[in-house]
């Protein structure tokens, strides 16, 4: 995950929740910026997102804003020339990876979700599609201008030495993690038991005639769709997992699926209808259960995993690419990657409760002992978690922050460089500025370069 994804979440998250709350706003255009328009009400919306993260905002603030948008909006008309495209598959699994994030957030509640924000996680799909496609659209366009820009060694030490002294950040202790996850598996017995109950409702369904929503609203195990009769609302390629989105795209219309196996269990689907690539769905979900035993011999073999790392048997490396099942850190060597900065270095309180306390007092190159935890679905696993290196506090200097220090210099030039880009194409774009946002005194680059002006 890297701080570009993060930033998107964080923005996502805040504006949700202002989006979600009733608000008239009187409209109006207050720029134009080549095809795109600024309105007073995008304005507004991010003045109470401020408001409501820092709880008193400087007088500026409104033009602070305006200029942001205007910058966004530069991007975007530039994207447009550039026939720089975001896919409807790409959107739509972005928005997919914040609901769940939120879900996760909630304990994977969807009542909860629903109560906060005020609209389902449907609804809150639809609704918010185009805001997400604009942001994404921006992001690109942004490292398109960007992606030539780097420091050299020499550069990156420039920039350290013109920091004063007295203004160098003091860096906490810092950890670098190894894992290695084990997630329970479900018994035969279980899978049976889910299977035979799914298909006895779909004979019900199928052969009986009874009401399929029903039957879904009492018994399916995704709760979200549940609440909705069992429908996932229109459903496009490339949202769902492979295989049932390959079943459900076989169907034709108010045609039913046999049951069909996916990570999250076993799926009775309907095709109720169907346009072109774009299927209006429904299901219902059976997720067999994991039992006592289960859990305790994915410990177990996590344990045994454990010993003969311990005992020089394999090394932490090799056991990391036999055993281990999360694919993000063992596609990463088993280096945990903190979501808060993208990177593999923890601040010791960034740190998830269970393995602040279980590396505490543990020496560089120690394991601990199996850890349970739980995924942003809220589905138990356990680790272990290797130490990999340990710093004490310390200012901020080039020997053991050269990456930190590098990213920093990095950023200050990248940001140089998009103020020189802004600048060269506000002269050549058509750009109109409302009355009242011209007496902004940071907003002068607009008025005073633009084309229309």
């Known amino acids: 995950m890297n701080k570009t994804f993060l930033l998107i979440i964080t923005l996502l998250l805040a504006s949700l929740s202002l989006k979600a709350q009733d608000r008239q706003i009187l409209d109006k255009i207050i720029g134009v910026i080549d095809n795109r328009i600024v309105l007073q009400s995008e304005v507004e919306e991010q003045f109470r997102l401020m408001e409501s993260q820092q709880g008193s905002v400087p007088p500026e603030a409104r033009c602070m804003i305006a200029d942001q948008l205007f910058v966004q909006k530069l991007l975007l008309a530039q994207a447009d020339k550039d026939s720089l495209v975001v896919s409807e598959e790409e959107v739509e699994q972005q928005i997919n990876s ?21 609209m389902s996680v449907l609804e809150m799909r639809e609704r918010y599609r185009i805001d997400m496609e604009q942001q994404m659209m921006t992001e690109r366009m942004q490292s398109t201008v960007l992606e030539q ?94 295989e049932f989105e390959a079943a459900l795209f076989r169907l034709k219309n108010e045609e039913y699926s046999p049951i069909v196996k996916t990570e999250f269990g076993y799926h009775f689907i309907q095709n109720v209808e169907r346009r072109g690539n774009t299927v209006y769905a429904r299901h219902i979900l059976i997720r067999p259960k994991i039992t006592f035993d289960d859990i305790d011999l994915a410990k177990a073999k996590l344990d ?140 002068k680059k607009w008025v005073e370069k633009g084309v229309a002006n």
């Open 98 to 118: 914040r609901i769940e994030y939120i879900l996760g957030m909630m304990g994977g509640s969807y009542e909860q979700f629903e109560s906060y924000y005020g």
């Open 149 to 242: 820009v780097d420091v050299t060694p020499s550069e990156v030490r420039d920039f350290f030495n013109s920091i004063p002294s007295d203004s160098l950040p003091y860096f906490n202790a810092e950890v670098e993690l190894g894992e290695i996850v084990i997630k329970p598996k479900v018994n035969e017995e279980e899978l049976e038991k889910a299977y035979k109950k799914l298909d006895d409702l779909r004979k019900r369904i199928v052969e009986d005639g009874e009401d399929f929503a029903a039957l879904a609203s009492k018994y399916s195990d995704d709760p979200g769709s549940a609440q909705q009769g069992g429908s996932l609302g229109w459903v496009k390629r490339g949202v769902m997992v492979p």
């Open 304 to 443: 045994t995993v454990r010993n003969l790392i311990m005992n020089d048997s394999i090394s932490f490396t090799r056991a990391v690419k036999k055993y281990s099942e999360d694919e993000q850190s063992k596609n990463n060597a088993g280096l945990m990657l903190n979501p808060k900065t993208g990177t593999t270095l923890f601040e010791v309180g960034d740190l998830p409760t269970e393995v602040y306390f279980a590396i505490d007092g543990m020496e560089v190159d120690e394991i601990s002992k199996p850890l349970e935890f739980y995924d942003a679905r809220g589905e138990q696993q356990f680790r272990i978690v290797h130490l990999r290196s340990y710093s004490d506090p310390h200012k901020a200097n080039l020997d053991d922050d050269y990456a930190k220090i590098q990213t920093a210099a990095i950023e200050r030039k990248k940001g140089l460089h998009l103020s020189d880009w802004i600048d060269k194409k506000v002269g050549k774009t058509y750009i109109q500025l409302d009355d009242e946002y011209k007496q902004c005194p940071n907003m």
